[in-house]
């Protein structure tokens, strides 16, 4: 996936996990109904987990979302690892170009993602550089960041911004790629719906998550951010 940059049809911009990154898919950016519950303290120090987490929008609509089911899957895995025992396997059985199609593949919108939990609420300064190793292709958009931020203290998202895996290649060991990237500069960032971009060192963290949403298969280890690592279902 290249990192041109381009709008969903209306009706799935409205969505509350789909927003476009690039240039021809639909990409999560964030899980709706946690919105609410980002935390206005951060805890000190950072205690890192991940949250696996899948599901799908079906066509036509594109706004209903069902769980993982045959079109994709996030889960923990003791088969393929590059810390400790575990990693996150992510996967998506169809291919995203179908969704931009008159008649739309039930799974090109399904996404898999890992969900950091622990950053909620602290600034983007303090979550720093954010990086994650990938066992598979380490792509221009799958897998990524996509980071939701509040920028009115509210709780709510006010906006995304996007980071890829191969913009910010930080090194390789055997069949893992490494990336590491600040979060003050993403790739790529608006304000909802789609205005400019306003992602500020002061503005807070409502979600972060390790994100694909292209066809393939992923493991997920040694996700860092706000100076902590994990990769273990117990977290940091």
């Not at 889960?75 to 396997?89: I, R």
């Not at 983007?124 to 994650?132: K, T």
């Not at 998202?157 to 500069?185: E, I, K, L, N, P």
Request: net charge negative; proline share 6%; with cysteine.
């Amino acid at each position: 996936m290249s990192l041109r940059w381009t709008l969903l049809p209306a009706a799935m911009v409205a969505l509350p996990f789909l927003v476009n990154a690039c240039i021809n898919e639909p990409t999560a950016g964030g899980v709706g109904s946690r919105l609410s519950a980002a935390r206005l303290v951060a805890v000190d120090p950072v205690s890192l987990k991940l949250d696996p987490i899948a599901g799908n929008f079906p066509p036509p609509d594109f706004l209903r979302q069902t769980g993982n089911g045959p079109y994709s899957q996030a889960q923990w895995t003791n088969k393929v690892a590059l810390d400790g025992k575990f990693s996150v396997l992510l996967a998506k059985s169809v291919d995203f170009s179908s969704c931009y199609t008159a008649t739309p593949q039930n799974g090109c919108a399904a996404f898999a993602a890992a969900i950091v939990t622990g950053v909620e609420g602290i600034t983007i300064a303090d979550l720093g550089d954010i990086g994650f190793s990938v066992n598979g292709d380490c792509g221009a958009g799958s897998p990524r960041f996509n980071l939701l931020y509040d920028t009115n203290g509210d709780g709510q998202a006010d906006g995304v911004a996007f980071y890829g895996c191969a913009a910010h290649v930080s090194g390789s060991v055997a069949d893992w790629t490494s990336m590491t990237a600040s979060a003050a500069a993403p790739d790529f960032c608006y304000t909802f719906p789609s205005d400019a971009c306003t992602l500020t060192p002061a503005a807070t963290v409502v979600e972060l998550s390790v994100l694909v949403d292209e066809k393939g298969t992923w493991h997920i280890d040694r996700v860092q951010a706000a100076a902590a690592t994990t990769g273990e279902p117990n977290g940091t």
